[in-house]
């Protein structure tokens, strides 16, 4: 079983930038995709990023291309969510979670972390 812990969220002003960490523990994570989620209050848990471990292969939310970059260090085990030009629409609860697949759909992930908030302001 992998579990999955999270860190990095925090305070931003509209236009910074903050990396979050997802360490992956307890398992080989070869042979998964990692994805990162978010939910704002009130509303659903949507799908952000993911990369498949083995580096082949990334997909992203239309409303973070080009802002945002998943990448993973397979030594560390662990997988990080570069987060630029942040807008006060990014905030959320960001979370991490593990599948066996590029999915977008959170029903496909069945390992999830703690979740890190994320806050920008205007």
């Known amino acids: 079983q992998v579990q999955l812990v999270e860190s990095g969220g925090g305070w931003v002003q509209a236009g910074g930038s903050l990396r979050l960490s997802c360490a992956a523990s307890?398992?080989?994570?070869?042979?998964?995709?990692m994805g990162w989620f978010r939910q704002a209050p009130g509303k659903e848990r949507h799908f952000v990023a993911g990369?498949?471990?083995?580096?082949?292969?990334?997909a992203y939310a239309d409303s973070v291309k080009g802002r945002f970059t998943i990448s993973r260090d397979s030594a560390k085990n662990t997988g990080y969510l570069q987060m630029n030009s942040l807008k006060p629409e990014d905030t959320a609860v960001y979370y991490c979670?593990?599948?066996?697949?590029?999915?977008?759909?959170?029903?496909?992930?069945?390992?999830w972390g703690q979740g890190t908030q994320v806050t920008v302001s205007s």
């Open positions: 307890g398992r080989t994570f070869n042979s998964y995709v």
């Open positions: 990369i498949r471990w083995s580096g082949w292969g990334t």
């Open positions: 979670a593990a599948s066996d697949d590029l999915y977008s759909s959170d029903s496909k992930y069945s390992t």
